[in-house]
């Protein structure tokens, strides 16, 4: 008793310590940081929210064969392993395969995390499509004059989408004081997003940065003059049918939208942007994003990375499969994923828990898993 008593005031004491800190350094997100430590599909629950408006839902259909295959025993254990929570496989436009585990259900929201940069990206292309933004090889400082000085100004929305800005953001997700915390559990996006030093060239290095994508976010904000959610609900939401009103995090009530992160739906509404983009941009005969900006966020940049081999892995925040033509996919760190397969005229969405540890050429098992099994759909 003795010996629980005093691991209880160590524990508190540690975490008053943090606080304190936190506090007087004008670092308060640090005090969530330390008490949610690891991010979860349900932290839209934590945060204050936008609403993802819907207006006349069209659900997709099913396929005559929806459900007649089954998993391999196999990838089914493997799947569980890793707590999926929702397979769902579409092929010519409608839902072949639907499976949920878990507390995962058709309708309920789960978060995506990092999916929700291709999100950013998909409403970036049509920013540039509408002409609220002249070219993705603009300055990002002609729309963020804040964002200059050090090399910032050399720094273009190209740059952001490929994710070679050459900013020093650390992408650290098991340090609760890093600045990718902050992101996440901070209060001032702009401040944090803005919170960076040139230490490369811009356009000469591939490096994953949450905090490009967060500068994409500002800059459509700034130039629609709409939030991500009102603009995503305008432009996606509401012309692909979406069946249930998503919510979108904010780093405070009223404040900017986590465009890095933090996009909460079903898997049926998810499949929704994997379709759209698996038709060029194209929705109901109408061009919600430019073909050739579609065409472009799955092509590979081929911007060197830290392994000084050129990216063959990352288009426009959108992840590309080298070993699969065509194929690329939106991901989020748990396992979240929005797979686009052209040669088999196909969506795929996983949802879960825990992503698959396993990559070989930057691309998650499950990848290959899925691409193994879909043509026996």
């Given at each position: 008793?003795?010996?629980?008593k005093?691991?209880?005031?160590?524990?508190?004491?540690?975490l008053a310590a943090?606080?304190l800190?936190?506090?007087?350094?004008g670092n308060?997100?640090?005090?969530?940081s330390?008490l949610?430590?690891?991010?979860n599909?349900?932290?839209?629950?934590?945060?204050?929210?936008d609403?993802?408006?819907?207006?006349?839902?069209?659900?997709i259909?099913?396929?005559?064969?929806y459900n007649?295959a089954t998993l391999?025993?196999?990838?089914?254990a493997?799947?569980q392993?890793i707590?999926?929570g929702?397979?769902?496989?579409?092929?010519?436009d409608?839902?072949?395969f639907?499976?949920?585990?878990?507390?995962f259900?058709a309708?309920?929201?789960?978060?995506?995390f990092s999916v929700?940069?291709?999100?950013?990206?998909m409403?970036?292309?049509i920013a540039?499509?509408?002409?609220?933004?002249?070219?993705?090889?603009?300055?990002?400082e002609?729309?963020?004059?804040?964002?200059t000085?050090?090399?910032k100004?050399?720094?273009t929305?190209?740059?952001?989408?490929?994710?070679?800005?050459?900013?020093?953001?650390?992408?650290?997700?098991?340090?609760?004081?890093?600045?990718?915390?902050?992101l996440?559990?901070?209060?001032?996006?702009?401040?944090?997003a803005?919170?960076?030093t040139?230490?490369?060239?811009?356009?000469?290095?591939?490096?994953?940065?949450?905090g490009?994508t967060?500068?994409?976010?500002?800059?459509?904000e700034?130039?629609t003059?709409?939030?991500?959610?009102q603009?995503?609900?305008?432009?996606?939401?509401?012309?692909l049918?979406?069946t249930?009103?998503?919510?979108?995090s904010?780093?405070?009530a009223?404040g900017?939208?986590?465009a890095?992160?933090?996009?909460?739906?079903?898997?049926?509404?998810?499949?929704?942007?994997g379709?759209?983009m698996?038709?060029?941009?194209?929705?109901?005969g109408?061009?919600?994003?430019?073909?050739?900006?579609?065409?472009?966020?799955?092509?590979a940049?081929?911007i060197?990375?830290?392994?000084?081999?050129?990216c063959?892995?990352?288009?426009?925040?959108?992840?590309?499969?080298?070993?699969h033509?065509?194929?690329?996919?939106?991901r989020?760190i748990l396992?979240?994923?929005?797979?686009v397969?052209?040669?088999?005229?196909?969506v795929?969405?996983?949802?879960?828990?825990v992503?698959?540890?396993?990559?070989?050429?930057?691309?998650?098992?499950i990848?290959?898993?899925i691409?193994?099994?879909i043509?026996?759909?």
């Open positions: 008793m003795k010996k629980g005093k691991i209880l005031l160590y524990t508190a004491g540690i943090i606080t800190l936190a506090y007087a350094t308060s997100y640090m005090v969530k330390a949610y430590n690891f991010a599909v349900d932290d839209y629950k934590k945060f204050d929210n609403t993802v408006a819907i207006a006349a839902p069209q659900p259909a099913n396929s005559s064969r007649n391999p025993d196999s990838m089914k493997y799947l392993s707590e999926t929702a397979l769902l496989v579409i092929k010519n409608s839902v072949v639907e499976e949920y585990w878990d507390a259900s309708d309920g929201l789960s978060g995506s929700a940069k291709s999100i950013t990206s409403l970036l292309g540039v499509q509408e002409g609220h933004i002249k070219s993705i090889d603009d300055k990002v002609q729309y963020l004059p804040w964002f000085g050090g090399g100004e050399n720094v929305i190209r740059h952001l989408l490929t994710m070679s800005s050459g900013t020093d953001f650390s992408e650290s997700y098991m340090n609760p004081f890093s600045i990718t915390a902050n996440y559990y901070g209060d001032d996006l702009v401040q944090t803005n919170d960076v040139m230490v490369n060239q811009p356009g000469t290095l591939h490096k994953y940065k949450s490009d967060q500068l994409l976010g500002l800059i459509i700034k130039m003059g709409k939030k991500l959610a603009y995503a609900a305008e432009k996606l939401w509401q012309p049918g979406a249930q009103a998503a919510l979108w904010t780093d405070k009223g900017n939208t986590k890095y992160c933090c996009f909460n739906t079903n898997a049926r509404d998810f499949a929704k942007l379709q759209l698996l038709h060029g941009g194209k929705w109901n109408r061009q919600l994003i430019d073909s050739a900006y579609v065409a472009a966020s799955g092509t940049c081929n060197p990375d830290e392994t000084g081999l050129r063959h892995y990352y288009g426009y925040q959108w992840w590309v499969s080298p070993e033509e065509g194929v690329f996919y939106a989020g396992g979240q994923y929005i797979m397969i052209p040669s088999q005229n196909a795929v969405v996983r949802l879960g828990k992503k698959s540890q396993v990559l070989r050429n930057a691309t998650p098992k990848v290959y898993d691409m193994n099994w043509p026996q759909l």
